[in-house]
């Protein structure tokens, strides 16, 4: 198989159901095509899919991918994350997503760790050089970060503290993507920022998602799937247009990547990288 120009990874959501285990794996397999880098694989908050997560990482790399699980440090000590570490170093994993993530509902203590630099560093002086640790990044800023300038102080504290590159929550903006780099660069952070891409499937869900996160949906395309309403035919194809644009902007100012949210399905994803030449050849 031939090796895309633009390295892919993809993300998923540990299954809740064994049914959603077995449709996972075909997803997989599906996504093949695309000769992805990695798939990374969320961790809920204050590790309540830990379970979970560990066996979804394990199901991948049974299958001969390379699995990069999320970790969150929020409502975690540092045994219980030496515990989690030393188990995917026996699974001879090395890359990591490290997050400071969400307390769960109605629990008050944050854990040992406050922020994800504190793990970052943590890992990175526990278990040594040989792990890729990536980070998020929010070209639009933390919808909890009033201050711009704070939040790319917390980004390059991560990056300082021991990390890879970084994973960008999604946007539809490339400008912000392209400014958030430029502002990085400029107080001397230079790891591999890759750009988070969602694509659109059902628009009122990712909608939420982005009210949710401070995420801006450009007023012409949140009025066209308006208009769409209930012609999921009409949504779909248009959101792989406006994606796909956002794409192409995106590998012509020369990103590193570009990590799918696949939201644990595989047409979109598929069909983008299609258009964008990236899903490899056998």
């Known amino acids: 198989m031939t090796t895309p120009k633009t390295p892919v990874s993809i993300e998923f959501f540990p299954p809740n159901t064994s049914v959603g285990t077995e449709k996972l794996k075909t997803v ?14 969320t961790y809920g908050a204050g590790g309540s899919t830990r379970e979970k997560t560990l066996s979804t990482v394990a199901d991948i790399a049974s299958q001969g991918f390379d699995a990069a699980p999320h970790l969150s440090c929020v409502g975690s000590t540092r045994e219980n994350i030496a515990e989690i570490l030393t188990t995917y170093r026996d699974q001879n994993i090395r890359r990591v997503v490290a997050l400071r993530g969400d307390l769960p509902s109605g629990t008050a203590t944050a854990g040992e760790f406050r922020y994800a630099a504190e793990l970052v560093r ?10 890729d640790i990536e980070v998020a990044a929010y070209p639009e800023y933390h919808p909890q970060q009033r201050y711009a300038a ?3 102080q917390f980004f390059a504290d991560k990056v300082r503290a021991g990390a890879s590159g970084a994973i960008t929550q999604f946007f539809y903006n490339p400008d912000a993507y392209f400014h958030f780099v430029d502002a990085t660069r400029a107080i ?9 891409i969602m694509p659109i499937n059902n628009f009122s869900r990712i909608a939420q998602f982005a009210q949710r996160d401070g995420i801006e949906i450009p007023r012409w395309v949140a009025l066209k799937m308006e208009g769409y309403m209930d012609d999921a035919a009409s949504v779909r194809a248009f959101g792989l247009d406006v994606v796909t644009r956002l794409c192409e902007r995106l590998i012509a100012g020369g990103v590193p990547g570009l990590h799918f949210y696949s939201l644990n399905q595989s047409a979109l994803t598929l069909a983008l990288c299609e258009r964008l030449g990236l899903a490899a050849k056998a």
């Open 150 to 152: 704070r939040d790319l």
């Open 28 to 41: 997989v397999q599906e996504l093949r095509a695309v000769n992805p880098q990695y798939f990374s694989v």
């Open 188 to 196: 001397g952070v230079d790891v591999p920022i890759v750009p988070g």
């Open 122 to 131: 943590f890992i990175r002086e526990t278990q040594g050089a040989d792990w």
